[in-house]
């Protein structure tokens, strides 16, 4: 238990309560702690080899749903996530059909690179859309997103505009 003191809070129960608010507040976006699925070194290694699946249906931070959208942005434990510093290309917004397959590429790449393990580092910031900021690190160390710019499935963010359609 915490109590507040005259002179600021002190902790009642010792060391157990300090781990367990410690383990709480790491789990949290924006808390610089990362969420590890799969990687070798982690404990958590129950996801490496599994694909996540594409996101679907309603409510997903109340379900604590874990799924890629498209190639820059997914759910983890129902948290919201962009990718920084990439841009992939649109799958329900496309300018265009080449847009349109090329995100749904993105989109399954990210998900197969996902699968040999990763972590989600929160940048500890919201993007414009009020998405959480990340990084995706695979368990060999790469940004995720670096790969995706290096394949031709994205470009760096901010960006140019989109080269993926024809200028009308």
């Not at 383990?23 to 982690?42: D, Q, R, T, Y």
């Not at 993105?106 to 919201?126: F, P, V």
């Not at 900021?133 to 901010?158: F, Y």
Request: hydrophobic share 40%; with cysteine.
């Amino acid at each position: 238990m915490i109590d507040k003191a005259s002179s600021g809070f002190r902790c009642t129960t010792g060391i157990a309560a300090f781990a367990a608010l410690f383990l709480a507040l790491s789990a949290m976006p924006g808390c610089g702690a990362e969420m590890i699925h799969g990687a070798p070194s982690a404990a958590a290694t129950g996801n490496a080899g599994k694909i996540l699946p594409v996101c679907s249906g309603a409510n997903r931070a109340a379900r604590m749903v874990t799924c890629i959208v498209d190639g820059d942005t997914g759910w983890e434990r129902g948290v919201k996530w962009r990718a920084l510093g990439v841009d992939t290309p649109e799958i329900g917004h496309a300018a265009c059909g080449k847009e349109r397959r090329l995100g749904e590429k993105a989109r399954d790449r990210l998900r197969a690179l996902m699968a040999g393990g990763y972590a989600i580092e929160w940048a500890g910031r919201r993007g414009r859309h009020l998405r959480e900021l990340a990084t995706v690190r695979l368990a060999d160390g790469r940004d995720a997103g670096k790969v995706l710019v290096e394949e031709g499935l994205s470009q760096p963010w901010p960006n140019q505009g989109n080269p993926w359609c024809p200028a009308r």
